[in-house]
Nanobody, 125 residues
Framework: QKQLVESGGGAVQPGGSLRLSCAAS????????IGWFRQAPERAREGIICISNTDGKTYVDDSVKGRFTISLDKDKNTVYLQMDSLKSVDTGDYSC??????????????????WGQGTHVSVSS
C-alpha cells in the first residue's frame, strides 16, 4: 500500500521547536521530489519547503527561511521537517507530498500527486 504518514505535530510556545516526520511506504523517497505544505486557518495551502529531484536543490519559502529545514533519511524512508523559532503564524495543518517529476515550481501544490493526511501544529502562549 502506497502512503505517506505524517506525525510530530502538537502544541508549542512561540520560540519553540518541533520536528515533523513523513514516513513513506510503497515509495522510495530518494527518487521523488518532496514538499512540505502548510494550511493556516482560513488561508490557502502554501508550499513552505521542498527538495526537487530535478536539480537536487532545496527551495524554501521566505516565511520560514532560516527557521525550517528539510531532511531525508534514506534508510528510514522518512522525510523530516525541523521547525525552529516557531511563531504564532506558523499555526496550521502541515502535510507532506511527493511527485515523481517537478516541472516548474517545487513549492507549488499542483506539482504533487501523493499526499499525506496531515498533522496539526499550534503555536501559542
Amino acid at each position: 500500500q502506497k502512503q505517506l504518514v505524517e506525525s510530530g505535530g502538537g502544541a508549542v510556545q512561540p520560540g519553540g521547536s518541533l520536528r515533523l516526520s513523513c514516513a513513506a511506504s510503497g515509495f522510495d523517497l530518494e527518487h521523488y521530489a518532496i514538499g512540505w505544505f502548510r494550511q493556516a486557518p482560513e488561508r490557502a495551502r502554501e508550499g513552505i519547503i521542498c527538495i526537487s529531484n530535478t536539480d537536487g536543490k532545496t527551495y524554501v519559502d521566505d516565511s520560514v527561511k532560516g527557521r525550517f529545514t528539510i531532511s531525508l533519511d534514506k534508510d528510514k524512508n522518512t522525510v523530516y521537517l525541523q521547525m525552529d523559532s516557531l511563531k504564532s503564524v506558523d499555526t496550521g495543518d502541515y502535510s507532506c507530498a511527493i511527485t515523481s517529476d517537478v516541472y516548474a515550481d517545487c513549492l507549488s501544490e499542483y506539482e504533487y500527486d501523493h499526499w499525506g493526511q496531515g498533522t496539526h501544529v499550534s503555536v501559542s502562549s
